[in-house]
């Protein structure tokens, strides 16, 4: 984990989210520091991705702040981000990895330009420096080079996380959003798709949000985790200490529901 | 208590509520307090089950205490682990507490070079020195070089504990948290970890631990106790 500096990255309080009498998530709160990794876990229905959601903008929040502290010093709250603003945000400083890598690329174009057009956005104009580029990332995501021409359609599942995940971090992020990024595959291409994960993470510093239902994941990408229940925080803490010492009664319920291999 | 020790346990108390299990409680450490040097190694002599290893856990912040103070050292200042806050736990852990487990949480795909050279790497160490010092240990705790490059997914027992032993002692941590580290090992790898522990002791870290072993825990011992003995009457 890379030091911060003395002030966190995203500072969350009162997060609430009221679908008519319906609560998707209430009074949620926690820091997130620069290089550091916060896993929001829970089973399904528990408001998670609710959370991530409203922090991304995807949907409106009913109450709550989230302050961000910008690359440039100034402070944001991303709640309340008018759509321009929220656009910019997510083109030089966030990015967002879905569960559904389908929902994050451009599946008419090639491998290459998923990656390169997110350089473009931010100012890069030089066609052998962006192709370089984009041919390095598929390299670091363990993509061969000679597929950059190839259309999305043509990849695994595994290979379309990747391509999403290098399509997100070519423009550097200071932070990513995550919703559950290794759902939906099967164990072996899970492992590989972790463990990329975890170096990409560690090497760039990069913050992290991410969502899971699945321990294990979380317990090797997240430094720290939440853990959610029909809308609220139950617990928080140091994430080996959640997982090996929980304390709340449900936190214990679904550590002890995990089957050992 | 000396004021400078490197550990210092005040009044601690651990108990384990189960509530998946009728909300059973388990009261595992009353009160309990104890102090460590820099140079000392202190050796608890408990029976199994008497909390030896909550004890250590506790102290490396993994198990929550319910009462009572953790004190170590960090850098020039004393840290309570009981009620720091997650991210200075971590940079603790970090620069200052390393942390001997019985079991190695094995990462798939990452070779056992690499997992021992982590927390070098972690700390700044330019990574040609970190993997440098990464063989060395490996070699001096008898892992083989073939090995070094490959998962210790499929290593034995003995070999992931090395491995384990091998990423802790790879960084001169100024506190070490020692819990049954010879406990899988052969005569040969234990007289490797035994050396290992009075270098430790000499260059001045200051370690608790857990040796069941008679005469291991004579080699590396500069005092024994029992938990019995540091709880509260």
Not at chain 1, 78 to 92: I, K, T
Request: some cysteine; glycine content about 10%.
């Amino acid at each position: 984990m890379a030091d911060g500096g003395d002030r966190p990255l995203l500072r969350v309080r009162g997060l609430t989210k009221r679908y008519g009498l319906r609560l998707g998530c209430l009074d949620v709160g926690f820091d997130l520091w620069p290089g550091e990794v916060l896993g929001l876990v829970g089973e399904s229905g528990s408001g998670k991705t609710t959370v991530l959601n409203c922090l991304s903008g995807r949907i409106g929040a009913t109450a709550g702040v989230a302050e961000y502290g910008m690359g440039d010093g100034t402070v944001v709250d991303v709640l309340r981000l008018a759509e321009p603003a929220r656009r910019r945000l997510f083109r030089v400083e966030w990015g967002i990895v879905y569960q559904n890598p389908r929902d994050g690329l451009r599946m008419g174009v090639s491998a290459g330009a998923n990656v390169g057009e997110r350089l473009m956005a931010v100012g890069a104009r030089h066609y052998g420096r962006i192709r370089g580029e984009a041919t390095d990332w598929l390299r670091q995501v363990e993509i061969a080079p000679d597929r950059i021409d190839d259309l999305p359609e043509t990849f695994s599942g595994g290979m379309l996380q990747r391509l999403q995940i290098a399509r997100n971090l070519v423009t550097r992020p200071r932070l990513v959003l995550m919703d559950e990024p290794t759902g939906g595959l099967d164990m072996s291409v899970q492992a590989r798709l972790l463990d990329l994960l975890r170096g990409l993470v560690a090497d760039l510093g990069l913050a992290a949000i991410i969502v899971t239902h699945d321990l294990a994941v979380a317990r090797l990408l997240a430094h720290r985790l939440v853990v959610m229940r029909a809308g609220e925080t139950v617990e928080s803490g140091l994430t080996d200490q959640v997982l090996d010492d929980p304390q709340h009664a449900y936190t214990q319920l679904l550590v002890s529901s995990v089957l050992p291999p | 208590m000396s004021d400078r020790a490197a550990i210092e346990v005040r009044d601690l108390e651990k108990t384990f509520t189960l509530h998946v299990q009728g909300g059973v409680r388990l009261p595992v450490l009353r009160r309990v307090s104890l102090a460590v040097c820099p140079g000392e190694c202190v050796v608890l002599t408990d029976p199994s089950g008497s909390g030896k290893s909550t004890l250590l856990r506790a102290v490396y912040g993994n198990y929550v205490a319910q009462a009572g103070r953790i004190l170590v050292r960090h850098g020039a200042r004393m840290v309570d682990i009981a009620g720091a806050e997650p991210r200075l736990v971590l940079e603790v852990r970090r620069q200052s507490l390393g942390y001997v487990s019985q079991f190695l949480r094995v990462i798939p795909r990452v070779p056992a070079v690499d997992v021992v050279a982590e927390p070098l790497r972690s700390l700044g160490t330019p990574r040609a020195e970190a993997v440098e010092r990464a063989r060395r240990m490996l070699e001096r705790l008898g892992i083989p070089e073939r090995l070094w490059s490959l998962s210790p997914v499929t290593f034995s027992g003995g070999e992931q504990q090395r491995v384990n032993i091998a990423r802790v002692f790879a960084v001169d941590y100024p506190i070490l948290l020692l819990d049954e580290p010879t406990a899988s090992l052969d005569s040969a790898s234990r007289v490797a970890v035994v050396e290992l522990i009075r270098e430790a002791r000499r260059r001045g870290a200051a370690i608790l631990g857990t040796v069941h072993d008679a005469d291991i825990r004579a080699a590396v011992a500069t005092r024994v106790l029992t938990l019995a003995s540091a709880e509260a009457a």
